[in-house]
């Protein structure tokens, strides 16, 4: 009788703790998202399609030897040889698309105002709307489509200009947009770069006047996320020729999924053994170092997005839902996670609920300052409307969602 | 269990503390086995056989006229927490000392994977191993009261 009493009462102390953190033990793998690595696959190379403007006022680029010709030449050269592609095709835009080849080199050398006329097409207009849609039709699966362009706009003479530049913002939204559509993890990259120039600015009533200074112009880049973060990587920025990029605009849909977790130890707090990448229990005040305030770090992948170290960097770009927070990123520690950065949050006093941290999207502020939003006469390193054009593709971009990635902590 | 036990947790440390509730830092989930419970089985099942053992084994310094002073319980129980504390220093060294505690849970390290701090140390093993006297005592106080009372000769050991 003793004995199966104790027996009883043994079994009976013993099975609901263990049965418990079973439980918790099971459960806690389901939810999470696997650290994928976003490399492109050596075997899927993308055929690059490098669209050159021809419109006449391009002309002034590409009289002698210019920097626009020796930043092209280099740029397209150490695609080839970083081994990115093993297809690039070159061709001609104003109104048609003219094919120019694969010869780099004999494209180079055969820049010029007099090769431009010959090889035809309506050199007049500068309707980058349609250019843009031109190249997005043209821009398939597993193709990067790069634009080299003045971005000046024409609307010609009698036209109401800002409503012809309010036009064309809308029309590459809507290019861009339908383009997506088809393309969701479509990217493109802005590089605003510089080069003398001499030749004829066509105003925008088309009328000539005559200059022979430097210019800007602009690269564009349009394809698959992966596939443009990849580029970035075998061709930096750094590698450019010339003066070198002046600045960078970027634009990519909006990623949820992207992997972070809460880092252990980085504060005093527990981590919730069900959801520990994302939810912390027992927060309290940091009894380690000087300041002890409340606080919690979590590493992220912040990578794919084209953005430089920077923008990443810089709390501006990022936007909490608790303004009591405050915020500061440093770059991770090695890992295999793919965690590219440490976002360390504090705060006055212990809180409960969900934080948010949104990376937002942002259009730069080089925008506006080289936007010339007159275009009756050339004025030194601005383009007359290119605000409406990258405006456009931004739009495009954040019609639904205004930021890259999001990340929501438990505060329990 | 594991919340019995990091009601010590501020003497053998939080990160050998995540390491025992079974954190990954390969996964960053907790997916490895809860060592808290095997531990805490272990304890629970050895101090209720030297309970079972003082109050009803017939034989010298156990269920014996001479053993039911209060200090005889208390050697049992002495006794049954050394052995506990042993278990939790020697499973918690050995993983310490063959590299089974996760990198993350070690150390801290910069951004250029460079040891910043140490954050397991031998003595947070020793610390552990305390706790666990500490638990097991627990344990070996309660089946001492729910066993006793049908014990012939130590029914009123300790107290009572």
């Known amino acids: ?412 | 269990m594991g919340t019995i036990y990091c009601w010590f947790e501020s003497l053998f440390g939080q990160n050998l503390g995540e390491y025992l509730w079974g954190y990954s830092c390969d996964t960053q989930v907790y997916s490895n086995k809860n060592l808290f419970n095997s531990i805490g089985l272990i304890a629970i099942l050895i101090s209720l056989i030297f309970v079972l053992a003082y109050y009803y084994l017939p034989l010298k310094f156990f269920n014996h006229p001479r053993s039911n002073r209060w200090w005889n319980w208390l050697i049992i129980l002495l006794l049954s927490g050394i052995i506990n504390f042993l278990i939790g220093y020697g499973w918690t060294i050995n993983d310490f000392l063959n590299g089974n505690i996760g990198d993350c849970l070690m150390y801290t390290r910069d951004s250029d994977g460079n040891i910043v701090s140490q954050l397991i140390y031998k003595k947070d093993c020793w610390l552990f191993g305390l706790s666990c006297f500490f638990i097991s005592s627990m344990f070996f106080i309660v089946w001492s009261y729910i066993l006793k009372w049908w014990s012939r000769n130590c029914r009123h050991s300790p107290i009572f």
């Open chain 1, 1 to 412: 009788m003793n004995k199966t009493l104790i027996i009883s009462i043994a079994v009976f102390l013993l099975l609901p703790g263990c049965n418990n953190e079973r439980k918790k033990v099971n459960t806690l793998t389901a939810p999470l998202i696997p650290a994928v690595p976003t490399k492109v696959s050596a075997s899927n190379k993308p055929s690059v399609n490098v669209y050159v403007e021809n419109s006449g006022s391009m002309d002034g680029y590409v009289r002698g030897i210019t920097d626009f010709e020796q930043i092209v030449y280099n740029y397209l050269t150490d695609i080839i040889i970083s081994d990115f592609t093993d297809s690039l095709n070159l061709f001609y835009i104003n109104s048609d698309i003219i094919p120019q080849g694969s010869d780099i080199s004999d494209f180079i050398e055969r820049l010029e105002p007099s090769t431009f006329r010959i090889r035809g097409g309506n050199r007049g207009i500068s309707d980058i709307s349609n250019v843009l849609k031109t190249v997005l039709s043209e821009t398939q699966e597993n193709e990067i489509a790069i634009l080299v362009t003045d971005g000046i706009f024409s609307p010609g003479i009698g036209k109401d200009a800002a409503q012809y530049l309010n036009n064309q913002q809308i029309g590459i939204k809507r290019t861009f947009a339908e383009h997506l559509k088809t393309y969701p993890n479509t990217s493109v990259l802005i590089y605003h770069l510089s080069s003398q120039f001499e030749g004829y600015y066509y105003n925008r009533e088309d009328s000539r006047i005559y200059i022979n200074s430097q210019r800007p112009f602009y690269i564009w880049i349009i394809g698959n996320s992966e596939q443009l973060d990849n580029l970035c990587h075998k061709v930096p920025t750094s590698k450019f020729k010339g003066n070198g990029i002046q600045n960078i605009f970027t634009v990519s849909r909006s990623n949820e999924n992207k992997n972070f977790a809460i880092k252990l130890g980085s504060g005093n707090f527990d981590l919730d053994k069900k959801s520990p990448k994302n939810t912390i229990m027992h927060w309290k005040k940091d009894k380690k170092g000087s300041q002890n305030s409340p606080r919690f770090s979590i590493d992220a992948n912040l990578s794919g997005f084209l953005l430089d170290e920077s923008y990443l960097k810089d709390t501006a770009n990022y936007e909490l839902n608790n303004k009591d927070f405050k915020m500061s990123i440093t770059k991770a520690v090695i890992n295999n996670f793919g965690y590219t950065h440490t976002l360390i949050l504090s705060s006055p006093r212990v809180q409960k609920g969900i934080i948010t941290i949104k990376l937002k999207t942002k259009i730069p502020g080089w925008v506006v300052e080289v936007n010339d939003d007159d275009g009756s006469s050339p004025i030194a390193d601005k383009t007359y409307g290119i605000k409406y054009q990258i405006h456009g593709v931004y739009e495009a971009f954040t019609i639904n969602k205004d930021f890259y990635t999001e990340i929501k902590i438990n505060i329990k």
